[in-house]
């Protein structure tokens, strides 16, 4: 069961960190790092993720599956899926919760929640050649209870928060409960090989859908309009006549 064993901490830097270390040293899976407050907590892209006290969900787990390790960018697409899932149990009056290529939780086109995946490989086989993971850590942060003032300032979409969104405050544990049943879930169609149905559901969630978008990549930027993902979750967008499939960068809304 997802959760158990959990360890539950005050504070730490980062429940990623602890959660690696953790699986180094032979943590089950399905075992969860959570922390009250983060204080180097991070997000994709060397980016801070701000983890005060109280406002929060800060955690981190652990799950081998001894994937490709070009599938990890998967399990980042099925546990967004998950948090969707619960976040439309946790707060039914909101409206349908999306996910945003690659790992970003949305409510109402404002991000509350994001995903990092981090894995480890072990030595690959001779003869496939392929890297495998030996365990994933699978990274949440979910803004439940914060209040305006305290969300961080600059973020690429408005950043927003469950209680702001629905207009009261959450328990933290009920919280944590329903959603870790909704990665479950999500976590157990994909070891069954639904992977395709879970893909068509992220894309019925799909926050960039059909919008005009800008990539911003490692070597160049371009715009053009969200049409999915493929296969193995990339993003497809159409531009200049041409489907183009980004591997990595910043995606944001190009609209009037
Ligand atoms: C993102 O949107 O960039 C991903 C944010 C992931 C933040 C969580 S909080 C718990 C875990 N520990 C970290 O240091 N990061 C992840």
């Given at each position: 069961m997802f959760g158990q064993p959990l360890r539950h901490l005050e504070n730490t830097a980062s429940t990623n960190d602890?959660?690696?270390q953790w699986a180094q040293e032979g943590a089950p899976h399905g075992a969860v790092v959570r922390a009250d407050s983060q204080s180097d907590g991070r997000g994709r892209q060397g980016r801070n993720w701000v983890s005060p006290r109280g406002c929060g969900l800060y955690f981190s787990l652990i799950?081998?599956?001894e994937i490709a390790l070009q599938a990890v960018p998967q399990l980042t697409m099925i546990a967004a899926l998950g948090v969707a899932r619960a976040l439309e149990k946790i707060a039914p009056a909101s409206t349908r919760a999306a996910v945003?290529?690659?790992n970003d939780i949305v409510l109402n086109e404002k991000k509350i929640g994001g995903v990092l995946c981090e894995s480890r490989s072990r030595e690959s086989g001779a003869q496939?050649?392929?890297?495998?993971?030996?365990?994933?850590?699978?990274g949440i942060g979910l803004n439940v209870n914060f209040a305006r003032a305290d969300l961080p300032p600059q973020t690429k979409i408005p950043a927003s928060s469950l209680q702001i969104e629905s207009g009261k405050p959450f328990d933290?544990?009920?919280v944590l409960?329903?959603?870790l049943r909704g990665?479950?879930?999500?976590?157990?169609e994909y070891s069954q090989g639904?992977?395709?149905?879970l893909r068509r559901e992220w894309m019925q969630r799909d926050f960039l859908q059909g919008r005009r978008v800008k990539v911003e990549g490692a070597r160049e930027t371009f715009c053009g309009v969200a049409v999915g993902v493929d296969e193995s979750g990339l993003l497809r967008v159409s531009s200049e006549g041409k489907t183009r499939v980004v591997l990595a960068g910043d995606v944001t809304l190009d609209e009037d």
């Open positions: 602890v959660a690696l799950t081998r599956d945003k290529w690659p496939s050649g392929e890297a495998r993971a030996e365990f994933v850590v699978i933290l544990d009920e409960a329903m959603v990665i479950e879930e999500a976590h157990r639904n992977w395709n149905a």
